[in-house]
């Protein structure tokens, strides 16, 4: 009982504990976007003439987009000349050792609890820090350069990889994909990249913490992973802000390749700042994320804890290209206050015998509205196709909404699609049973939540799990009673 | 929550003859139905600048309406009828079913065909003449079906010239069915029949009905846009069947509003056999307390048939209960559509809905496109889908097959079973049986 105590302790006592400002200098872009930003841009990152030309590529494709207005979402209409395109850390460039890194950025990280420290070597955790749109730390480098596996900051990536970047760049998310990423294709400003080589097991968690700082910026971060064959690594993503009164876009764009043989597990605990009590602030999450498992017996696996934003929308995808591919999705989506959540995924089958599951939690309390919105297309080719979804809601608090659109498009007769979906609140006879027991409401209604989301944390690695747990909890703070 | 329509690629343009017709009608009504003429008029202005939905449209996603703006079609007019006679009627009726048979010929009742004569105690039908100012009439046809959010409404609105009316009084306990057949029957050229039924169960009441669409003669395509509205009064109880009988050439775009009011019965059927594109819209608002609904569906679709169920179960007030069950069989090239919502209000509380899709493919070139939707803004509700597409169980098959069962018949059997599922919760064991017989001719005539 103690540590879910504590939980609770936490619970009814914090806000957003990572709300601070940290006191960095940074070199702003003006604000507003035309091909000069761009450019600009593109200089600063010193990139070389192909990457500048995709993206002007992206930018003028953009522009003649419009934002989709289809998710189950309000939000005030964004600004896109209002943003600050490009932020970065001024001092600090290329750093050699851990001494070099800027001691407010070193307490940054520290307040955000991030192994930087070598010292922490025991965590077992490469971490690529973002803050703003610049990378500013990559641990581990050395060990994990010996055994061929290149985990970088995509700006690096883009000097030291050239062939390796052009090659996959884009192939999974397309800049004509959706708006945002055509936005992302034409502004990112920096992101991880990360290859594993033929055969090799990444003896760690690689890990990229994302953090916006200055205000008035977006952070467009590209993250591009490719397992080559036989590869396996498991990939942790973070993120924060400051607390601010202003919205906050966020449009990233993470690609992932698999080859055949190839493993690669994905797991984000999003946790941006998502706004006060009455819905002030807070950032919007706009992401394309999607895999590919390109060759056979590949497996792509997404799992997120999504907690914080504004507004998220977001669907972490998987191409079923290689025959007997893997795709698997599990989620929890918390939304508090007036958060919205439009999350879920797309399983597109194209080979044989390819497999997906689907598991999705949504909690929504407060007056938030969270929506589960999937695709699993079975195309005509995909015999066999196999396809399990789970999407569960719970409801806590009567002004909030949870919300289901599934989309199952089959178009072979051996395919196999099953989607299950149910709509709850916290049982009155639970609560009863563990009253009964001597457990406060507040404490069971924990307990109870975190049964529920089991299923998914099990399929985090083990300190995000717990991470994720106290998140959990903080989110459904103030929801009870 | 429906949206009102936009002009962003998501519809094609308004086909000119439909305007045209609806003009000639407006101008018709406008003498003796002044009020009929105003709604006329302003379902066509709204069709006019709407046009027919695209597959951009998020509510047309799966279903491509565009041959309906490439062909040209002539919509039916009260010169249209009385080509069918009685015998045509009988034709039409269910074996064992003691039914009051109303035959609707492109899109105005056959007189001399239908049992006018021996229409049930407590049940009035007439015209919109003759039953046009009663205030259940003014109060309802027209107005449950949105001409605003649904186009092909608005097209229906304008253009349907003799809308049937069925008023069933209140505390009736009506023993004898009322079959309404709508028969399209086309000449040589492209026909389109606007069919509009309103049914009002008043306080009490109890009924029986059934809806059939039929075509008779192959002579040319057909477009049935038909709009039926129930009320579903207080305590009142409806059992209404839809039977889709149409041929390899006939469209047929149909919308179904029932309004229920609290503590009342609904319990709904709809079966598609036929039909090359069919569109079924069912919108039912579950506006009372304590209202039992059942919805159930069945589609057998084979060679090219294009077969799209939307439904939408609104939860407006708290203590109802819903459940759906829609299933099919899909062969040849055959594409099925279904889209369940289930919207359940911020005040709903305790609503219990269920919702279940389960569909088998049966062919290479087969395909079926699912989309159960829940969208909940209460708490304290019990709400669930489910939804699959996949084969005949193996494990059944084997079962069968070890028992000396060859596997086409073992594999009929299990067919048969699959689909009648469905048909066996139909209250009225004439009609049951009547509705068992008509699956089973279509599934042993199932072409791959």
């Known amino acids: 009982m103690s540590d879910d105590l504590k939980i609770l302790d936490d619970v009814t006592n914090s806000d957003y504990k990572w709300g601070f400002v940290s006191n960095i200098e940074s070199e702003n872009a003006p604000k507003g976007l035309n091909e000069d930003i761009v450019r600009y841009i593109s200089a600063k990152k010193n990139e070389p003439e192909w990457l500048l030309e995709w993206r002007l590529k992206a930018f003028r494709h953009w522009q003649g987009m419009t934002e989709p207005k289809w998710p189950n979402v309000q939000y005030a209409e964004i600004d896109f000349q209002d943003i600050i395109y490009y932020s970065a850390p001024k001092k600090n460039v290329t750093l050699n050792s851990l001494d070099e890194l800027d001691p407010e950025i070193k307490a940054t990280f520290d307040k955000l609890g991030i192994s930087l420290d070598e010292q922490k070597r025991l965590a077992g955790v490469a971490v690529d820090a973002v803050i703003d749109s610049v990378s500013v730390k990559t641990t581990f480098r050395e060990t994990l350069a010996e055994m061929g596996i290149i985990f970088c900051s995509f700006s690096e990536a883009v000097h030291e990889h050239p062939d390796l970047v052009r090659k996959y760049l884009g192939s999974v998310v397309p800049y004509t994909d959706n708006f945002y990423s055509a936005l992302n294709s034409a502004v990112f400003s920096d992101g991880s990249f990360c290859y594993i080589p033929k055969g090799v097991r990444c003896p760690m968690e690689l890990s990229t913490y994302f953090r916006i700082n200055s205000a008035g910026t977006g952070q467009f971060e590209r993250t591009l992973i490719i397992a080559d064959e036989g590869a396996y690594v498991s990939y942790l993503e973070g993120c924060t802000a400051p607390m601010r009164d202003e919205n906050q876009l966020h449009a990233a764009v993470v690609e992932i390749v698999s080859h055949t043989d190839a493993n690669v597990k ?72 007036m958060q919205q959540a439009d999350t879920g995924t797309k399983m597109i089958h194209i080979g044989r015998n390819t497999r997906s599951t689907i598991v999705s939690k949504g909690i929504s309390c407060g007056r938030s509205q969270n929506s589960y919105r999937g695709l699993v297309r079975i195309g005509k080719k995909a015999e066999h196709a196999r396809n399990f979804s789970q999407c569960d809601s719970l409801l806590i608090g009567d002004k909030c909404g949870a919300h289901t659109f599934p989309y199952l498009e089959v178009a072979n007769k051996t395919a196999r699609v099953e989607h299950e979906a149910t709509t709850s609140k916290v049982g009155e006879d639970q609560i009863f049973y563990c009253n009964q027991r001597g457990i406060s409401t507040e404490d069971a209604v924990n307990l109870i939540v975190n049964g529920y989301c089991k299923e998914v944390f099990n399929q985090l690695p083990m300190e995000f799990a717990v991470e994720a747990q106290k998140l959990l909890a903080i989110s459904l703070e103030g929801s009870v009673g | 929550m429906p949206e009102a329509m936009s002009k962003n690629g998501q519809h094609h343009p308004a086909p000119r003859p439909f305007l045209e017709a609806a003009e000639t009608l407006v101008r018709r009504d406008e003498g003796s139905m002044p009020r009929v003429a105003d709604i006329r008029r302003k379902a066509l202005s709204q069709f006019e600048q709407s046009g027919i939905p695209s597959t951009r449209h998020e509510e047309w996603k799966y279903l491509d309406l565009s041959p309906l703006t490439t062909t040209d079609f002539r919509t039916a007019t009260p010169d249209d009828i009385r080509k069918l006679s009685k ?41 919109l003449a003759e039953l046009g100012t009663e205030p259940a009439v003014i109060d309802h046809l027209f107005s449950l079906a949105d001409t605003h959010t649904e186009a092909l409404v608005a097209l229906n609105t304008m253009l349907s010239y003799d809308p049937l009316i069925i008023l069933v009084e209140a505390n009736a ?44 003669g192959e002579g040319a395509s057909t477009l049935t846009n038909a709009v039926t509205e129930t009320v579903v009064g207080s305590g009142a109880r409806v059992h209404h069947i839809k039977v889709q009988h149409e041929n390899s050439l006939a469209r047929n775009i149909s919308y179904h509003k029932v309004h229920m009011a609290g503590d009342s019965y609904q319990h709904l059927t709809t079966l598609t056999l036929g039909g090359a594109l069919v569109r079924n819209t069912l919108n039912l608002r579950l506006d009372g307390q304590q209202i039992n609904t059942y919805l159930n569906g069945l589609y057998v679709l084979d060679g090219d048939q294009v077969v799209d169920n939307h439904t939408l179960v609104d939860h407006a007030q708290p203590n109802c209960y819903s459940s759906e069950l829609y299933k099919g069989i899909i062969s040849g090239r055959a594409q099925g559509i279904f889209n369940g919502k289930i919207w359940v209000r911020p005040d709903a509380q305790k609503t219990n809905a269920y919702q279940s899709n389960k569909n088998i493919l049966l062919s290479d070139e087969a395909s079926m496109n699912t989309k159960p939707q829940l969208e909940i803004y209460a708490d304290d509700v019990k709400c669930s889908h489910g939804a699959t597409t996949g084969q005949l169980d193996e494990e059944s098959l084997f079962y069968l097959r070890a028992r000396g069962i060859g596997e086409a018949t073992a594999r009929a059997l299990l067919n048969q079973a699959f689909a009648a599922d469905v048909i066996a919760q139909v209250e009225h064991p004439g009609i049951r049986e009547a509705l068992l017989q008509v699956l089973d001719r279509k599934l042993s005539n199932l072409q791959s």
Do not use: M
């Not at chain 1, 994320?289 to 060759?295: D, F, M």
């Not at chain 2, 306080?203 to 669409?213: M, P, V």
């Open chain 1, 266 to 337: 994905y797991s984000t605990v999003q946790n941006w700042y998502p706004g006060d009590k009455d819905g002030k602030g807070g950032i919007y999450n706009f992401v394309t994320k999607r895999g590919i498992c390109l060759g056979d017996r590949s497996r792509i696996s997404w799992t997120q804890v999504e907690t914080g934003s504004a507004v998220t929308w977001k669907y972490p995808s998987v191409i079923l290209k290689g025959d007997h591919s893997i795709g698997e999705f599990y989620s929890v989506a918390v939304t508090n206050n």
């Open chain 2, 173 to 216: 306990q009506v023993e004898t069915v009322l079959h309404v057949a709508f028969a399209a029957v086309p000449e040589s050229s492209p026909l389109n029949v606007c069919t509009r039924l309103l049914v009002v169960a008043a306080t009490g009441a109890s009924c029986t009905l059934i809806e059939s669409y039929h075509t008779i």
């Open chain 2, 87 to 127: 015998a045509d009627a009988d034709a039409l009726r269910h074996d064992g079913v003691d039914a009051c048979l109303l035959l609707v010929e492109n899109g105005s009742l056959n007189r001399d065909a239908s049992d006018l004569k021996s229409v049930p105690a407590g049940v009035r039908i007439g015209s």
